[in-house]
Nanobody, 126 residues
């Protein structure tokens, strides 16, 4: 399995921006579809955005469409989440996740992912 380390979280005022990064190591990064999930306090973990192995397909939760953008750099073994126009309801722990290699199924559920980072806190104040 691939090992994942997130960075870039922090505190920001509403309307601000943050860019999360997830560095992968251990396997061929381009074989893995990747996702960003978040878990607000007291709530379940849910998909924020996902990207296919080559980056040709992306998926977003309705709540972040038009504000967040997922991308990946397979040469740098990194996936990014650019978050703009942040809202207080975006406050959560954000997790990076990887599917099994060569996976081509749906990317919406946590059950489709086999490797997880440790998470990074994002706090948006009003």
């Amino acid at each position: 399995q691939v090992q994942l380390v997130e960075s870039g979280g922090g505190s920001v005022q509403a309307g601000g921006s943050l860019r999360l990064s997830c560095a992968a190591s251990g396997r061929t990064f381009s074989n893995y579809a990747m996702g960003w999930f978040r878990q607000p306090p007291g709530k379940e973990r849910g998909l924020v955005a996902a990207i296919s192995q080559r980056g040709s397909n992306t998926y977003y939760a309705d709540s972040v469409k038009g504000r967040f953008s997922i991308s990946r750099d397979n040469a740098e073994n990194t996936v990014y989440l650019q978050m703009n126009s942040l809202k207080p309801e975006d406050t959560a722990v954000y997790y990076c996740a990887a599917t099994r290699p060569y996976y081509t199924g749906t990317l919406y559920s946590t059950s489709n992912y086999v490797s997880w980072g440790q998470g990074t806190q994002v706090t948006v104040s009003s």
